[in-house]
């Protein structure tokens, strides 16, 4: 069996020193060398881990023979984000999850090969077949992420009118917002939006809906509406000297260097606290995103606390490498218990307690339990809560007839459908966080019911 071809990567110890991708991509050998290990399966099981549903085996084959232009028409009959998707999606847990080569040895790196085929049509410049012909009929996408995206897409391909309304002063939502650049480069995001306005879609940025417009008023002048707001909203840990100078949700923290330029300052306007020793609490991507981003701004020690162990953290595991090798240092089995300040209020320390593991709680993984009187203190000077995101209840709030769980996540049927009549829904203000893929995956299945809806009007 030929080993997997890996992607180059700039040098750890320079990249953080930079914002710069830490991926560098496959060349065209690299790409077709990889490709050469897919066995073309006569029964793939990587397109039902693919919650688009790309024809993976066709658009590798296509690679293997050098026709690039071919392979990424395959791919975008199904995913318009294929170089994010390239880039942020969790193949392991997904396509390549079910390659057989994975028995074995290492999958096919079908994520890599996707993000090669994306990058080689945006380098060369997109190319838009005709456009349909219009429907008459006009849709309202509320969010710019993922699901709004696709949504988009979908319904400008099949005719309908489209306005995307974004509440930030740039589309993209946590694409934007919420990626470090060494992850997901701002330019990449650019260009996937540049190629949905290619299909028509309009965009309206700076447009709060529920505060601006509501949802009825949308109705008044759309056909239907699709929500597709995420969960921006930050969670807290509901402890001691959360309210100090110097702590961070991790959502504020990495848009204002991410959105707002603040790794730049002053060349931008927005600041940032260049903590020197810095812990961000929690296990997943925007964790080690944020453990990064802390190195890059400057600091000398960077410590990730997570109360269970590296078995049960959420984030990928090359999220969790790249971390490791950058000397970010992972304190497990620890949960905070208070954050203590100085006189002028500025963080100081962050008292900690030791954990063990348990039987397998409701989410599968062992709960964690404390051990009394295992207190302990580390020295930093900023704090980063990175535990977790809820949708913003802005949007149901303001609009009659929406139904809401506990969680603030809207109800939805089977086909997106919300329970008012004419408003769909989906990606993270339906299911909580989830992945970019996933998302789109909802936006996709949302945008044909939609097309059915409003073509019976």
């Known amino acids: ?37 897919c066995l073309q399966c006569s029964e793939p099981g990587c397109i039902k881990g693919c919650p688009v549903g790309v024809d993976i085996p066709d658009f590798i084959r296509c690679i293997k023979e050098g026709n690039f232009d071919e392979a990424i028409k395959i791919v975008r009959k199904k995913n318009h984000l294929p170089a994010i998707c390239g880039r942020v999606c969790p193949h392991e847990n997904q396509c390549e999850k079910f390659c057989l080569l994975g028995r074995k040895g290492e999958p096919v790196a079908i994520g890599k090969l996707e993000r090669f085929v994306a990058d080689y049509e945006r380098q060369k410049g997109f190319g838009i077949s005709n456009k349909p012909k219009p429907t008459g009929k006009k849709v309202a996408v509320v969010g710019s992420g993922p699901a709004g995206i696709t949504v988009s897409a979908d319904l400008a391909k099949l005719g309908h009118d489209v306005t995307l309304f974004e509440a930030l002063h740039a589309p993209g939502g946590v694409l934007i917002y919420g990626i470090p650049e060494f992850r997901l480069p701002k330019e990449i995001v650019r260009a996937e939006i540049d190629y949905i306005k290619k299909f028509g879609v309009s ?57 707002m330029g603040a790794y730049l300052f002053p060349e931008y306007d927005t600041p940032i606290r260049e903590g020197k020793k810095v812990a961000v609490v929690g296990g997943g991507n925007v964790a080690m995103d944020s453990a990064r981003a802390a190195l890059r701004l400057g600091a000398d020690e960077v410590f990730i606390l997570y109360r269970r162990t590296e078995k049960e953290m959420t984030a990928r595991q090359e999220e969790i490498e790249h971390a490791r090798e950058e000397g970010i240092k ?65 949007i149901s709030r303001t609009t009659e007839g929406l139904q809401v769980t506990e969680r603030g996540t809207l109800v939805v049927d089977e086909n997106g459908m919300t329970s008012k009549e004419g408003v769909f829904a989906g990606g993270d203000i339906v299911s909580g966080a989830a992945t970019v893929i996933e998302s789109m995956g909802a936006g996709k299945l949302a945008a044909r019911a939609i097309h059915e809806y409003v073509s019976k009007k």
Do not use: H
């Open 1 to 37: 069996m030929t080993l997997r071809i890996p992607m180059p990567e700039q040098d750890p110890l320079k990249r953080i020193q930079n914002f710069g991708e830490v991926a560098l991509g496959y060349s065209a050998d690299q790409a077709v060398s990889e490709a050469k290990r």
């Open 203 to 259: 965009i309206k940025t700076d447009v709060v809906i529920g505060k601006t417009i509501s949802v009825d008023e949308l109705l008044e002048e759309f056909d239907a509406v699709f929500i597709g707001s995420g969960a921006g909203l930050p969670r807290w840990m509901d402890i001691p000297g959360e309210d100090l100078c110097g702590v961070y949700s991790a959502n504020e923290f990495l848009t204002r260097i991410n959105l």
């Open 330 to 394: 992972f304190k497990f089995l620890t949960l905070p218990t208070k954050i203590l300040g100085d006189e002028k209020g500025w963080v100081k320390k962050i008292e900690c307690v030791r954990m063990e593991l348990g039987e397998p709680d409701e989410s599968g993984r062992r709960k964690p339990i404390l051990i009394k009187n295992s207190e302990f203190t580390i020295d930093v000077d900023t704090v980063i809560i990175a535990i977790g995101q809820s949708p913003n209840p802005l």
